[in-house]
């Protein structure tokens, strides 16, 4: 309910500050855009002309399942001149605020640009489709490519640069491509079983050849039983699995408990690392951009898992 009445004051308070529907205005000096969280942040910010400032709602280690927007936020939406989301349901406390934006600026949900046979569905829901589609690096280059598609819509007169800051872009993921499959050559297929918190990593999974178990779902909002954590930690001991990991953005005391069990049953599993799921390393950090929180990723569960 608390959730709810947050929603709609900040409905109200958008819909009564919003004003007819109109382009952002391009002759500006310096045209800001904001995007919902760290990981769309990167790709729009590695896109986007150097004379525009790129902002991201959701600072590093933050929950977009969960993520609330305050005040301060809808002040930073309202002044945008674009909002870039991810859709999917990623943000879904943000729903209501984003489609209201979307009367007096625009707001694109990338995600929902993206080919749905390519999109894994929501076991919890079959209408919903699971937003983590930045685990899959083919599917970051056609959202990435979609942020360029919208961004030369906007601000044709910038196309020159646009379309060069894309194809450095796309070279970085390419070049992240092939870092991936020869790091995965390393981890026979046997060992190919990631335990972790919630369901963030099915586009991996699927991608990679993994058997995933985790104990919530695709949001970190959903709950699970003590029969979820018995049937996972029997998994683990059955399995003989080396290493499970933690997440950044999630709480780590479900992936303590189920090292716990499992060394209660005789099997030593170590907590292999931490994970990027739903977002980004620190800014600054050496895991602050995509493709080096995804080496990160791959290395830490390839090393720990051989």
Not at 116 to 127: M, N
Not at 158 to 175: M, R, W
Request: hydrophobic share 40%.
């Amino acid at each position: 309910m608390k959730k709810f009445l947050s929603i709609l004051l900040f409905s109200i308070f958008i819909a009564a500050c919003s004003v007819s529907p109109q382009a952002p205005a391009s002759n500006t000096d310096k045209d800001t855009i904001t995007t919902t969280f760290s990981v769309l942040n990167d790709v729009v910010k590695n896109i986007a002309p150097a004379n525009f400032e790129v902002k991201s709602l959701m600072g590093v280690g933050l929950d977009p399942h969960a993520y609330a927007p305050t005040p301060s936020d809808i002040k930073l939406l309202s002044s945008s001149d674009m909002v870039f989301a991810l859709g999917l349901d990623l943000e879904a406390s943000m729903n209501t605020l984003l489609d209201s934006l979307s009367n007096s600026k625009p707001v694109l949900k990338v995600g929902e640009s993206l080919d749905e046979s390519k999109l894994i569905a929501a076991e919890e829901d079959v209408k919903l489709y699971d937003p983590h589609v930045w685990f899959d690096v083919d599917l970051w280059k056609d959202v990435s490519f979609s942020v360029k598609n919208t961004l030369l819509d906007y601000y044709p007169e910038q196309e020159l640069e646009i379309n060069t800051n894309f194809e450095n872009y796309l070279s970085q993921l390419n070049d992240l491509d092939l870092y991936v499959d020869s790091k995965m050559q390393e981890l026979p297929i046997e060992n190919r079983i990631l335990v972790t918190a919630h369901d963030a990593f099915s586009y991996f999974a699927k991608k990679y050849d993994f058997e995933l178990y985790t104990l919530q779902g695709i949001s970190t909002e959903s709950d699970y039983s003590i029969k979820d954590l018995n049937d996972i930690v029997d998994t683990i001991v059955s399995k003989k699995v080396k290493s499970i990991f933690t997440e950044s953005s999630v709480s780590k005391q479900a992936i303590l408990t189920i090292q716990e069990k499992a060394n209660e049953a005789d099997l030593e599993v170590k907590i292999g690392g931490e994970l990027y799921s739903d977002s980004l390393g620190d800014i600054g950090s050496i895991h602050e951009s995509y493709v080096d929180t995804f080496k990160h990723n791959v290395d830490i569960v390839v090393n720990n898992l051989k």
